[in-house]
């Protein structure tokens, strides 16, 4: 238990921090003025100050942030300064984050979530090439046979491999299906390859005619099947592209599982399946624990997309929320009041705060009265 604990908090830690680099990174490349990078959260533990940055550790370990100069809760910002010179003062406003224009701000606040996105490409990559994916092979297997059907009257075992039905080659288990429908109640020659726990495998040719009426869940044949998976791994300079689309591919079932859960929160007033907060991810990186240091790496990544999905969306106190106001400057061509900006953040986090808590509240009533948060990972 508090091995889950401690990776759970360096997980957290982890995808904060880089999502929180983002953002260093670009101000510092547009010589914005970061202020604080801090680990984890205040009250203070240490800290020392290189340069004009201060680079401080704090007590509580969830995550990090950025403190840049001229940045408050609105994007239009303030900045004080006690100065020698007008020149001087005109110099260190500059360097202030709402006084850079308005293309500069929005990179400096999609970086967070670009990197929550390339951290997720970079350990998908990793995977594709190291550990490799699980993909369908062109042999289909007796996976179950019920007793009495045509298929154990011809002998059929568990285990064989289909590999002709009337000298068509069997290459999916949907085609073996296809075709055994449209031969109900023929005599089909079926090839396949035997595969006893010890010695040699045989090829044999058996005579099974699929059933015209037969009970509800045993097919025509009275036969399960299951392709056999192979693991394919890809070379390190193909492996990006295809983590790419991946990670692509995942993000857009995020997205389209947040818009569900609003729908559902909406009119339902309910928490939908498989969605759960700070608790229920909890429990999750218990079981991904439990599996291995790949399938951790996996978890990983598909929270970092989470991340990133939700740091987008156009809700105020998150970055989207930020994006969308400057959005607005340059479509109109004159700042957001500041304080409309403010009240509108404040909004926006006690907005999700209440969500969190609504979330967290109905994975503890789970926990409490012994039901799945989410369900068991195999």
């Known amino acids: 238990m508090l091995i889950t604990i401690l990776i759970f908090l360096l997980i957290l830690s982890v995808l904060v921090l880089v999502h929180e680099f983002g953002h260093f990174l670009v101000a510092k490349l547009f010589k914005i003025k970061v202020e604080e990078f801090g680990f984890g959260l205040p009250p203070r533990a240490l800290s020392f100050k290189k340069g004009e940055t201060v680079y401080s550790i704090n007590w509580l370990p969830i995550g990090g942030f950025v403190k840049l100069y001229g940045e408050d809760e609105a994007g239009a910002g303030s900045a004080k300064l006690k100065v020698k010179s007008e020149k001087s003062k005109v110099k260190g406003l500059k360097r202030a984050f709402f006084a850079r224009p308005a293309w500069q701000r ?223 400057e340059v479509a109109t061509g004159r700042k957001v009041n500041r304080r409309f900006e403010g009240y509108a953040h404040a909004v926006g986090m006690m907005f999700l705060l209440g969500l969190i808590a609504l979330i967290t509240l109905h994975d503890l009533f789970k926990l409490f009265t012994g039901q799945p948060i989410l369900p068991k990972i195999q």
């Open 106 to 328: 929005i990179l400096v606040i999609v970086a967070g979530v670009a990197m929550n996105f390339m951290l997720a490409v970079t350990i998908i990559s990793y995977l594709f090439s190291v550990v490799g994916v699980p993909t369908p092979g062109k042999n289909v297997v007796v996976s179950g046979i019920v007793a009495s059907s045509p298929a154990a009257k011809s002998g059929l075992k568990i285990g064989d491999t289909v590999e002709e039905i009337n000298n068509v080659k069997i290459t999916s288990a949907q085609q073996l299906v296809t075709l055994t429908k449209g031969h109900l109640g023929e005599k089909l020659l079926i090839k396949i390859r035997t595969n006893p726990p010890a010695g040699v495998s045989e090829t044999k040719i058996l005579e099974v005619t699929p059933r015209k009426n037969y009970p509800k869940n045993e097919g025509p044949m009275g036969i399960s099947i299951s392709q056999n998976m192979l693991i394919k791994k890809y070379p390190w300079y193909e492996a990006p592209i295809l983590g790419t689309q991946e990670a692509l591919a995942e993000s857009w079932m995020i997205a389209s599982g947040l818009g569900m859960m609003v729908y559902q929160l909406v009119l339902f007033g309910s928490v939908p399946k498989g969605v759960a907060g700070p608790v229920g991810i909890a429990q999750l990186t218990g079981q991904f624990v439990q599996i291995g240091p790949y399938a951790i790496l996996s978890f990983v990544s598909l929270l970092s997309l989470n991340l990133a999905i939700l740091n987008i969306l156009p809700i105020p106190a998150l970055d989207g929320g930020r994006l969308f106001f400057i959005l607005i």
